[in-house]
């Protein structure tokens, strides 16, 4: 997911559309127990401008049935879809684990090369639908996406505001997926035959 996410918050889950005509709201949860999202006080949105208190209700299929206090009917709930929902992240639990940690403790964190020299600095991660990918403002001024994998990331430190980018992983990765934009026999992609 790559929706800007307001600073100091993290996204718990999303509204799917509405169940019924009452007003229940279908959500999807992403956090680690997902009847926790409901527990960590009012949701906002991802502009931080709407407030909602969450109340669930059952299940339906992979997705929570919910009460959203003020919407109370089909039309209203199912307005909310596609809503992302974030808490502020002082509301989730500490991870117990310093290899452990909320994608959103990684913004803002200071990216250094191997020696300790200043590469950038983290400004978002991104799923895409391969793996998560950090955006990071190198030094220069331009943005860099880099595949976030322990090859080319072998060092996360929240707790000392840094984290380690491996360049040479970086390449190797890269050149990877190069080779796999080729066909079976060899060709580039897009190539004519004889």
Known sequence: ???????????????????????????????????????????????????FRVTLQGKAKELFLAKVEGVTSREQAQALAGVLLHVDRSALPDTGDEDEFYHADLVGLRAELADGSLYGTVKA??????????????????????????????????????LVVDLPAVIEAREGQDEGDSDEDGKEAGEGGP
């Open 1 to 51: 997911m790559s929706a800007k996410v307001p600073v100091g918050k993290v996204c718990v889950g999303q509204f799917a559309g509405s169940h019924g005509v009452r007003g229940l709201v279908k959500l999807k949860s992403f956090t680690g127990d997902p009847a926790a999202v409901a527990s960590y006080g009012p949701l906002v949105d991802e502009t931080g401008g709407r407030s």
């Open 125 to 162: 991660i991104h799923d895409f639908g391969g793996g998560d990918v950090l955006e990071i403002r190198i030094a220069s001024g331009a943005l860099e996406m880099l595949p976030f994998s322990k090859a080319c990331v072998p060092v996360v430190d929240v707790r000392n505001g840094r």
